[in-house]
């Protein structure tokens, strides 16, 4: 059964840090991995989604890693925000079709 | 263009009433998922639907869970005699073609419906 853990559990940085969001799942039979991030009392906002046979993929101050064969990925975000606060998921699809969610990072940034 | 509409966006029912949570997904996209978060736990999945083949309900929790999607489009997940355990957010994705490699595979999900079970 496919697992799917998030490191840290809750992150706090002041506004301009670098930070990394880890991943990591137990089963590297996946077919792609997505990043989300959900606001509080909101749906999920897909964020990057990058194909099993992808390293990264990158969006604006976002950049998201695969290491297929470790069962690891990390979501980088450049120069944070406030606005950049929310929970961030990272999901990944087996061939199961279906996507298996990780725990969640909560993530404030100060001002 | 439109999002993924979940309705209703709240529902208060007593324990053992039927419910219907509603998903309209984009307009065009051929699969279609529910999935449940309830406080404390991750998001779970519980139904795929893609175009014309059988669902997948691997993740329904019991027998009183169903789901159903029609014409292709809107789906209705409906819990029967509920329980208090069903009460999360259920949410509702849709995707254009899964399983092409590219970025039709991306799930685009609701607000969801807050169930709550008194």
């Known amino acids: 059964k496919q697992e799917v853990t998030q490191i840290p559990a809750a992150l706090s940085v002041p506004e301009g840090e670098n930070l990394v969001l880890n991943c990591s799942f137990t089963?590297?039979?996946?077919?792609?991995l997505q990043w989300f991030r959900q606001d509080p009392g909101k749906g999920l906002t897909s964020l990057l989604l990058i194909q099993s046979s992808q390293r990264e993929q990158t969006s604006g101050r976002l950049n998201a890693s695969l290491d297929k064969s470790s069962g690891r990925s990390t979501l980088y975000i450049a120069a944070s925000q406030p606005g950049d606060s929310a929970t961030y998921l990272c999901a990944v699809t087996g061939t199961a079709s279906k996507l298996t969610f990780g725990t969640g990072t909560r993530l404030q940034v100060t001002l | 263009g439109a999002g993924v509409s979940q309705s209703p966006s709240n529902k208060v029912t007593e324990k053992g009433k039927d419910v219907e949570l509603r998903c309209d997904p984009i307009s065009g996209h051929t699969a279609l998922y529910w999935y449940r978060q309830s406080l404390g736990q991750g998001l779970e999945f519980l139904i795929y639907?893609?175009?014309?083949?059988?669902?997948?309900k691997s993740g329904l929790p019991s027998d009183r869970f169903s789901a159903e999607r029609t014409g292709g489009s809107v789906s209705t997940l409906t819990i029967q005699r509920t329980q208090q355990e069903d009460s999360a957010v259920y949410l509702c994705a849709s995707s254009l073609v899964p399983f092409t490699g590219g970025s039709t595979d991306t799930q685009y999900f609701g607000p969801g419906t807050r169930l709550t079970v008194l």
């Open positions: 639907f893609q175009g014309n083949s059988a669902p997948d």
């Open positions: 089963d590297s039979a996946i077919y792609n």
